[in-house]
């Protein structure tokens, strides 16, 4: 049976990735390899460890402790985090990304899921409806890991041997985990706010325009892209996976619909408005879709009603 380490394990999307994993591959071969200590209780199911991947002995030691065969690197600082602290962002998203591929190199790892970003392109992208292959010029510490991510994943695969992949995720959306430091986090804070209070001031513009996915679809996107075949696939860590694109005031009028009287108003940071204006506001996913059969689940409408329902659960 496939031995599965999952790097960055206690964050947004290991928190939903690693109970998909568990259910497909075992409970018990799926280790959790999180930053954090003690690990949270529900990642207690399973084995858990601790790494930081800035630690090559770290890494190297997990793979080996574990007889992983598979590696998802989750582990990142997000992008507004990033900019503020350009040090430790690079330790993790350009060293992290090294360690983890010259480990699973060295100890005969059959392969590496590592996600890519939309912050992979930059202001002189096209914005709509972005191809998947186009200028990558990243203005943010974070997006230019990422195109790191992607070159070193590919020369991993084409050079080496060792199978790579990943998608370029959109901002994603989920409940379990509270959101944090990234420039897509207003749309999770959003439905604590309309929850909670009422209201919401979005520190993104009414009209920013940014592609999203549910985090159910990020999470069948990895799984998806990892189980694909080899031979059909002609890309590696730099695809397109598009779900929805939609604007805060536009999220806004969704949750009124369904909690009326619910309150938007904006105070813009400067900082994350200008990383999002810097990304695309709708992604082309046409390769995802004809070399790998790629298709979302949810919408804005039905994702929605999944966090609303999902998140006064939680909160009660």
């Given at each position: 049976?496939?031995?599965?380490l999952v790097t960055g394990a206690y964050g947004q999307i290991g928190s939903e990735l690693i109970p998909a994993l568990r259910d497909r591959f075992g409970v018990d071969n799926v280790i959790a390899a999180g930053f954090g200590n003690p690990p949270p209780a529900q990642f207690l199911d399973g084995p858990n460890t601790f790494v930081d991947v800035t630690d090559y002995g770290q890494v190297d030691a997990a793979i080996r402790e574990h007889s992983v065969d598979t590696v998802y690197h989750l582990g990142s600082i997000l992008?507004?985090?990033?900019?503020?602290?350009?040090?430790q962002a690079y330790a993790v998203n350009f060293t992290g990304v090294h360690h983890v591929l010259e480990a699973a190199l060295a100890n005969d790892v059959r392969q590496v899921i590592v996600p890519s970003s939309i912050a992979a392109f930059g202001p002189e992208t096209p914005a709509h409806n972005t191809p998947n292959d186009t200028v990558q010029k990243p203005n943010t510490i974070y997006g230019i890991s990422k195109v790191f991510t992607e070159l070193m994943g590919n020369y991993y695969t084409t050079k080496l041997g060792l199978d790579v992949r990943g998608v370029r995720l959109p901002g994603i959306i989920s409940w379990k985990v509270e959101p944090t430091a990234g420039t897509t986090d207003y749309a999770v804070a959003i439905f604590y706010g309309a929850i909670r209070e009422g209201r919401y001031a979005s520190f993104l513009g009414p009209d920013t325009r940014l592609p999203m996915m549910y985090i159910p679809d990020a999470v069948s996107s990895l799984i998806d892209v990892a189980t694909a075949d080899f031979d059909r696939i002609k890309h590696h860590v730099d695809y397109n996976v598009s779900a929805m694109s939609f604007t805060p005031a536009e999220l806004a009028t969704a949750i009124e619909r369904r909690?009326?009287?619910?309150?938007m108003r904006y105070d813009v940071d400067p900082l994350r408005q200008?990383?999002?204006?810097?990304w695309p506001d709708e992604l082309d996913d046409t390769v995802a879709r004809h070399e790998w059969d790629w298709s979302p689940d949810y919408d804005l409408d039905t994702m929605v009603d999944d966090?609303?329902?999902?998140l006064r659960r939680k909160l009660a």
């Open positions: 049976m496939e031995r599965i992008s507004a985090l990033a900019e503020q602290d350009r040090k909690i009326p009287g619910f309150e200008s990383i999002a204006d810097s966090m609303l329902a999902n």
